[in-house]
């Protein structure tokens, strides 16, 4: 077997690979503007549509590359003005509108090419035509397609602004004075011109692989337009460039070997593109339900506990898991420490973290019901759902906008998030001197404090700690603060009041 | 008492199919302020703004900014569009949408400059969407797109602004935080068009309402405008269905 090196040494191969790389790259680039524009099919209209323009090219110039291009391109807009004609004037549905044209058209072309055949004893192949003849390209075709290529990704890059705009959302280009439908002509007009620039290479019936399937991979894969066009250009390229190669080696037609070549990378896009593909998609979808299923382990754990009937053949039965689950389930849970060597009672790492869903769950019910005016009684299974999803930070917002609620709607205590303060009252000695600091872990506790008169930023004594309270001495006055409190009041560091 | 400063309808009918859809719709809208347009389904809400903006065939009427045609300020004037009809799996971050507001105002060769990105950046911050720049527009929520479209709004820094439906599908913080922004705007000087629906919270949006059923059935200050009886004159059919469902008080 040749290496790709060798092959290309001939001179109709090295032409051949010179024109499949100007067109791999201007269809994959332009046709990402074809797919986001809902617009495959008018590519597929347009190439078959540019027949009768060659005919007529022929009849009137004969044979002549100039004359081909121009009859093209004219036949190719003039096909788009018709089927947009028809669309915005006719009532025939619009797919409909455009495979009345481009049948109609490439019908004509091919009667012409009977005609001429017949009477002026010409032979013009169809075959070509339809498949392409890449290794037949003259040096007047290359640079034809390479002032082709040069216009269109130019342009590309000049109107990249009004190109992005009017197809994302063609009212707002509106409002802002850009030409909708100028700009939909100027695509037209350069897809017309890949077109017959593709026509050497792939063929008719093959352009739409070129200008659909290397765009329709890139967006598989990438997440910004400039992106989007780079990576269309380049599997473009390849596809073409490889297919190219493949025919030689193999003796085929290159055309259906780049379509084919382009649609292998379109497949393994669908499969392993990291965020789209279906392959990450079923891992993520795997990973979140086991997520879910550890959580629930560790919640129905907490709740069984807290009943005081926490033992395994409960713990099973209320999570309804398989036996095989259940098993999967608790090493996972094990060897994540959330869980002790016996299989069921949560650890205190555990226990946090069972809580902080349980705050989650209660959280947004109060949220649902408080905030969005549902009953309380069809909210459990949304929550049940959601105290997965939601992030600590998004809770926290939640928590707030509720003004700190301690009960759900359903009556059930809403557990504290799970925060130690760094220094906390209960850190220091009888007889200590502090100050309460002016920022607590979170409003809570600032409530609280001043519920019970407690002054922030103002020096007190530690005068008594007790097993279940302490008590502080404060301009005078004797404070009792109960234990679980003070160990989340902050007290501030030595620095900070060094400073006041 | 017309100003040249005011936006000004005159005579504005439009019809779809010829099936009326407006009819002689007259206004004289001063600048500053923040108006509602209220109206029943299918009361031509939608359609009486794309008329203004030039954005549809109309029968016959014009509408003039200033004195001047909306083609001839089309930088000045914004549209906030309602969500739906938009490809959110396009290819493009919540940045690269809201400096789409920037493009009015480049050249065709004109390159994004350090003030443009400065505008963008500052759109984002006010509508609090700064930490989703970089974020696919799918992976929004709606209350988060619409937010984007208002950033790109703020973006193009125009006097005009038109949003249709910017409540629908949204969270109660997007809406608070949208009609704080609106309002922000309004004492600014800026003129705002708001297409609404929510009868209850349209006495403490707007200052003045333009009540549509296909004709005008009145518009001006809130107070005024807004009373049982235009009310009941422009809902005429779905009153009843209204009261049933406490949408809104006897």
Known sequence: MDTILQVFQQEWALRALIASTMVGLTCGVLGCFIVLRNMALIGDALSHAILPGVVFAFMIVGYSVVGFFTGSVIAGLLAAVIITWIQQRVKTKNDAAIGIVFTAMFSIGVMGISWISRNEGVHLDLKD??????????????????????????????????????????????????????????????????????????????????????????????????????????????????????????????????????????????????????????????????????????????????????????????????????????????????????????????????????????????????????SAENIHEEAERYEHLLTEDLLDEVEAELGYPTIDPHGSPIPRKAVRPERSLLSLAKNDHGRIALKQIDEHITAQLWQLGVLPDTEFVMRQLDSDFVEIEQEDRHIRISKSLAGKVSVASREQEATT | ????????????????????????????????????????????????????????????????????????CRKEVV?????????????????????????????????????????????????????????????????????VFLARALAQGADTFFLDEPFVGVDITTEERIIQILKTLRSEGKTILVVHHDLNSVEEYFDQVILLNQRLIAYGPTPEVFTEENISTAYSSQLNILHKTGMIEK
């Open chain 1, 129 to 374: 035509f339809l498949f392409g003849n890449v290794l037949g390209v003259a040096n007047q075709d290359l640079i034809l397609s390479g002032l082709v290529t040069v216009f269109v990704l130019y342009s590309i890059v000049l109107l990249y602004r009004p190109l992005f705009v009017t197809t994302f959302q063609p009212i707002i280009a509106q409002t802002m004075g850009f030409k909708v439908e100028r700009m939909h002509y100027f695509l037209m007009l350069l897809l017309s011109f890949a077109v017959v620039a593709a026509l050497q290479t792939v063929g008719v019936i093959l352009v739409v692989a070129m200008l659909i399937t290397p765009a329709a991979t890139a967006l598989l894969l990438a997440e910004r337009l400039p992106w989007v066009l780079g990576i269309a250009g380049l599997i473009g390229l390849l596809s073409a460039v490889l297919g190219l190669y493949l025919a030689i080696e193999f003796e085929t037609t290159p055309g259906p070997a780049m379509a084919v070549v382009a649609t292998l990378f379109y497949l393994m896009a669908v499969f392993f593109s990291p965020k789209k593909g279906l392959l990450g998609q079923t891992i993520r979808k795997r990973r979140l339900q086991q997520r879910i299923q550890a959580e629930d382990f560790l919640k129905q754990s907490l709740k069984l506990e807290q009943r005081e009937q926490l033992n395994k053949s409960n713990l099973q039965e209320n999570l309804g898991f398989s036996r095989r689950v259940f098993g999967r389930i608790q090493s996972l849970l094990r060897r994540k420490g959330l869980l002790d060597n016996d299989g069921y009672h949560l650890t205190t790492e555990g226990r946090k973290e069972a809580n902080r869903l349980v705050r989650a769950h209660r959280l947004w019910e109060t949220y649902l019901v408080d905030q969005m005016g549902l």
């Open chain 2, 79 to 147: 549209y906030v569009p309602q969500r739906d009809n938009v490809d959110w799996t396009f290819p493009a971050t919540v940045r690269d949408i809201v400096a789409m507001g920037r493009y009015p105002h480049k050249g065709l060769l004109q390159r994004m400059n350090q003030e443009d990105e400065a505008e963008t950046a500052r759109a984002m911050k006010l509508v609090g969407i700064s930490h989703l720049q970089e974020r696919q527009i799918g992976a929004l929520s709606g209350g988060q797109q619409q937010r």
């Open chain 2, 1 to 72: 008492m017309t100003q040249p400063e005011n936006i000004i309808v005159k005579g504005l009918s439009v019809s779809y199919d010829r099936k009326r859809v407006l009819t002689n719709i007259f206004l004289d809208l001063p600048p500053g302020q923040l108006y509602g347009v209220i109206g029943p389904n299918g009361a031509g809400k939608s359609t009486l703004f794309k008329a203004m903006l030039g954005l549809i065939d109309v029968n016959a009427g014009s509408t003039s900014f200033q004195g001047k045609k909306i083609e001839d």
